[in-house]
């Protein structure tokens, strides 16, 4: 008897213990710092990555956030998509709050935006969502946020010409993974210049191997919420599609010199779980190796 009750105990403590990592993941981020080198850069910058907020607040107006992102000083801000959520139902949801709260960082620094699956699910769906969605477009775009919703702009002064990718919605589909036709982004970006710095926001990132064989020098993504449970050793359990143990789950990845910065994000919708797996902001170190 007293063997069972020492078990009966230990399990109690354990699942306490695993609710605890979960709300804490679940209401706090870190910052995660990584360093690009390129020749083609003509000076050094920083760049803040942020993706999968999903309508998450951080305190009032998102200022913990907000005042994390000021602390580390970036020159430029890239969103990677899902800001919002599609699935919120209204009067639960903070579209307006995200949208003020873009707009408020547009406002201080350069900010370029890509959507992510749930942007443009909203968009296409129309009804109360998509108007949500044109107004936070509108509150964002009026700011100074530049969207790229499948156009690039070119950063002269940095020699960094800066792609945002917006992927049909069949490019995310679950557990079959549909192909990525070789030719996808020359038909979308035309020819990637290879003088310039090719800067590619993409928020699906299975698609990697396709972005750098387009000649992205550096791709930014989501998405896959860092696996939502992280296990020593083995990494992110399960991605948004339904794969375990996805290729990308979090952190840089190389093909040759080609780099995927791939954010964990900062909050998660349908299942409220973050273990072992708290939010995450990128500040990327943009370093030029110009002679």
Not at 38 to 47: E, H, I, P, V, Y
Request: proline residues 3%; glycine residues 8%; charged residues 25%.
């Amino acid at each position: 008897m007293i063997y069972l009750i020492l078990i009966l105990i230990l399990i109690l403590i354990l699942a306490v213990a695993v609710i605890a990592i979960i709300y804490h993941d679940m209401n706090n981020f870190v910052i995660r710092k990584y360093e690009i080198h390129s020749t083609k850069l003509t000076k050094d910058f920083t760049f803040c990555l942020l993706s999968d907020l999903h309508e998450k607040m951080f305190g009032d107006n998102n200022e913990r956030l907000y005042d994390a992102i000021c602390k580390n000083s970036p020159d430029i801000i890239l969103i990677a998509g899902d800001m919002l959520t599609a699935f919120n139902e209204h009067g639960n949801d903070h579209y307006d709050e995200i949208g003020e709260f873009v707009a408020r960082l547009s406002s201080k620094f350069p900010v370029y935006a890509a959507n992510g699956n749930h942007e443009t699910k909203m968009d296409i769906l129309g009804g109360l969502r998509g108007r949500a969605y044109k107004s936070y477009e509108d509150k964002i775009t009026k700011a100074g946020c530049v969207l790229l919703r499948n156009e690039s702009i070119y950063l002269e002064d940095l020699n960094v010409e800066v792609n945002g990718l917006e992927l049909e919605r069949d490019y995310f589909r679950k557990v079959v993974k549909r192909e990525l036709p070789n030719d996808y982004l020359e038909n979308v970006f035309g020819k990637a210049d290879d003088s310039r710095f090719q800067v590619l926001i993409a928020h699906n990132p299975i698609y990697f191997e396709e972005y750098a064989k387009w000649g992205a020098d550096l791709t930014v993504s989501g998405h896959v919420h860092g696996g939502i449970i992280r296990l020593p050793f083995l990494g992110g359990v399960i991605s948004p599609a339904m794969v375990l143990f996805p290729k990308y789950d979090g952190g840089l990845f190389k093909i040759g010199n080609k780099s995927l910065i791939l954010s964990r994000g900062l909050s998660t919708h349908s299942i409220p779980v973050r273990f072992n797996n708290p939010g995450e902001v990128c500040m990327i170190r943009m370093l030029s190796d110009k002679k």
